[in-house]
């Protein structure tokens, strides 16, 4: 087994909440496998969210949060892995130049929050069978089957949620495009609703699709994202859904030269409800190479109220520290 | 310090519940030891149960489950462990042919929810002082002393509870033969019950009983364990103690014919309750290895209305992938 | 990557508990670094608490407690670490020679309940932004700025407490001496205070010093610690500051004769509230080392009843043993 990780953490001052250390979406974990013959391999990964930067002494306990956790075989037929995971369209994302940082694209400040949870399309499931094809003519294909958690008195099944991605070359080099889609049937949907007494019924099925087209090539790197959500939103504390649905553009660039890479975001998010002003909001960035697995940075994100949805605009300034092992 | 685990995903589908992805008892874990000289070495074995499919996203904490974690010294005299450990009860066991699984021996649906918190005699105890006797002429002794966790006003002691088992010969290959017995004193008890207010008083001791017999030899493996228990159960939200009393006997058969294993078990619980009906289980499987550390399966496990005790028969189904590292 | 961890575990008497198995700290981590050349390394240390003993059976989940976890850059100009860690006062410490256990000198048996949470100076921050810096003739320079975590609708700070130290020579060798001074600023008061309705306010600075001498040589180390705190305590359920203001001094010496160590603690608090008597506390213990990596000990412990305010004199005996890895 290989142990590794990733940690993130910066000093981070923000709109109306002073200045603090965080931590961002640091992680810790166990992968390895072991070679059947034939072929044929069995995989897994295990990866556990940790706060460096949280919990208040000795005493205090400090949840994990879950990441992915997949368990499965792989061969020439593809992967297929059983287990918690990213959903498809979570993984057919263009590279996010601010991942995990303020200006995440799953961020609400950033993405307005559309999408199921309020996550902009960045979902990872539980109960999840995930399918990778291998590559055809540089094509390749995922899809997944969800099954709601921790229901009672009823019939779950792996088709509840689906997601599906076609991806094309990579997210690396060269040029990479991706279409998603994801549907939260209306069973799924009831489940997510369903701690209330009576539970949530009667709700549609909730969509959300993803088209990304990028470019890296010589140190540069451009992306463009175009999500549309449909019937999704977040349940609140009576578990009805307060449903957000709208249309987001993210686009980004950066480019490296040396150790430094500038970077850019701009995102804009048509909200679908009668009246709402579009929301927009952006970021830059500076990305400095302090070693191969080491990198330090800064990002500044602005968000603006219609985007924010809070009255006001909001910005975040970060120097911050990222070290993988 | 040896990193190690083992994962253990399926796809399952149970009667009244559907089809899911589950984690059965999937875990990782740190272990070491260091020589002391003079036939002496310290010991550690630290395990946490995790679940591979669960969680609901990115922000969702993952409690880690208590599994065995123990630090001791080894020497000629035997071993003495200190800390959180499977009652000698439970490792008298004989090998379990459907372990941790829909038809694992201590599951509510196999043994009907005898035994001390309903887990038909598969306890694993905290604060724990054990000790393992070197063999002699095969025949080793296991005993551990338990104290009651989080009870104030009161004196315990590590005698409040204690767990004593004896074996001959080895669960792997061979003749096998247990024996082992649990004794939950009334301070243990009335701990067990003491949320509540007023506290519960005047419980009686409960007692647990293994006898177990097994022989593996040329691939087939063949077991059988008679169990009893008195005045165990489990405490309903008013921490009153509803027993579950009654005597339960599992047979299992398997045979390995190269990469394959048939395996088979039958359960029959005699409740001692007035009027109370035997209730009866079975489970059949077919273990597959893929590799050294690797199997597939699939499992199927019937439970009938007087053994579950649910007013229906119960059925699972089970295809699963199982990976030790 | 590397593994490590330290396990503590002990059969412990104490007076109106009883009897028991207990873990002391026990801990597990995982720490490394980055070469990033010019002098210059990236560094991180994670580290969870882990309860050995702990937990109620397969099915109860284990916390981790929170232990320092932090990220940082190390080079000529010092160490710069981000996340959560021990104070730069607890840092200070001389060695503690009944460290964890129940003689530890952040107990309430042993310094009465003083100091920030009633640790008796022993916190460990989280937000935490650290310096340390190189050693001049001897002598270097701790300090840290700490925010509230969890505060709403209020500008948090890396000021609102901080914490620095100086010291002089090694913990483990010839002479070291230290001075700490960590202030509570009442931003960080009332932040502590918050999570009732109204808020508390109005709360003054709370600050705590620690002024520490040791001599190690030749097997023999004897230290002494002078502590004041001032308008710290703990918050009672109405998140009211309980102060326990006051000045408490301790004294240790061990003597290490090959394996065996014997070793005593005095400890006595002057509290300031108006009427309190002086209390006092000591401890005796024999630390015996079984290998490099391995200690037995036995502990007894006597606080006397102005310190440990139950009204009753209490004493602890532990026999227990330590490993770490």
């Given at each position: 087994p290989t142990l590794f990780g990733q940690l993130n953490a910066g000093i981070e001052s923000t709109t109306d909440k002073g200045t603090t250390v965080n931590s961002y979406a640091s992680r810790v974990g166990v992968k390895g496998s072991e070679d059947?013959?034939?072929g044929l391999k069995a995989v897994y990964h295990l990866e556990w969210q940790i706060?460096?930067?949280?919990?208040?002494?000795?005493?205090a306990s400090e949840d994990l949060g879950a990441r992915n956790a997949v368990v499965g075989v792989a061969g020439g037929f593809g992967t297929v892995l059983l287990g918690r995971h990213d959903t498809p369209l979570k993984m057919s994302?263009?590279?996010?130049?601010?991942?995990?940082?303020?200006?995440?694209?799953?961020?609400s400040n950033i993405?307005?929050?559309?999408g199921m949870l309020g996550k902009g399309g960045e979902v990872r499931a539980a109960n999840v069978i995930a399918y990778v094809s291998p590559s055809f003519a540089g094509i390749s294909l995922v899809a997944a089957g969800v099954s709601p958690e921790g229901v009672t008195g009823e019939d779950v099944k792996l088709t509840d949620a689906y997601s599906v991605a076609l991806m094309y070359g990579s997210q690396k080099e060269g040029l990479y495009l991706s279409a998603a889609y994801n549907n939260y049937g209306s069973d799924m949907m009831n489940a997510l609703g369903a701690?209330?007494?009576p539970a949530v019924t009667g709700l549609d099925d909730a969509t959300e699709m993803r088209i990304s087209a990028q470019y890296a090539a010589g140190g540069l790197i451009a992306n463009v994202t175009y999500q549309d959500f449909q019937d999704t939103g977040t349940f609140n504390d009576a578990d009805e859904l307060v449903a957000t649905e709208g249309s987001n553009i993210q686009a980004q660039v950066g480019y490296k030269m040396g150790k430094l890479m500038p970077k850019l975001k701009y995102s804009t998010t048509d909200f679908d409800a009668a009246g709402a002003d579009d929301g927009s909001a952006y970021a830059i960035g500076l990305d400095y190479a302090l070693g191969k697995k080491t990198k330090g940075y800064i990002e500044y994100m602005n968000s603006d109220s219609d985007m924010n949805g809070s009255g006001d605009d909001i910005t975040s300034t970060v120097v911050g520290l990222l070290h993988k092992f």
């Open positions: 059947l013959g034939n706060d460096v930067a949280g919990g208040k002494g000795a005493t994302q263009a590279k996010d130049l601010f991942n995990d940082g303020v200006a995440d694209m799953g961020k993405t307005g929050g559309l701690t209330a007494t």
